[in-house]
């Protein structure tokens, strides 16, 4: 299970923290992810994370957000700053990971955030 939260409505320019964290019979996670999905438009990866801590992220958001993640508390973080109206979208995390008890990783998605961005 993953949960997301930290979304919220702030102006352009602010800044948002965005936490997920994964619960429930956790062997091993492997890459860490947040996606968005904007007003009319299709889900899109917004940054990544190895489990070796290696970040990936899309060219709309290169330095201006920054993913991390706490391997202690199976959490991946999204530091969003200098936010702009462009950004507003549900934000949803995801993990590949190996279940105790599976030999194969498979994909989980948290429940969506929103984050608001206004003018």
């Known amino acids: 299970q993953l949960q997301a939260s930290g979304g919220g409505l702030v102006q352009a320019g602010g800044s948002l923290r965005l936490s997920c964290a994964a619960s429930?019979?956790?062997?091993?996670?492997?890459?860490l992810g947040w996606y968005r999905r904007g007003p009319g438009k299709q889900r899109e990866l917004v940054a990544s994370i190895t489990s070796a801590g290696r970040p990936n992220y899309a060219d709309s958001v290169k330095g201006r957000f920054t993913i991390s993640r706490d391997n202690t508390k199976n959490t991946v973080y999204l530091q969003m700053n200098s936010l702009e109206p462009e950004d507003t979208a549900v934000y949803y995390c995801?993990?590949?990971?190996?279940?105790?008890?599976?030999?194969?990783?498979?994909?989980?998605w948290g429940q969506g955030t929103q984050v608001t961005v206004s003018s």
């Open positions: 995801n993990a590949n990971v190996i279940v105790v008890g599976s030999y194969y990783p498979d994909d989980y």
């Open positions: 429930g019979s956790i062997f091993s996670i492997n890459a």
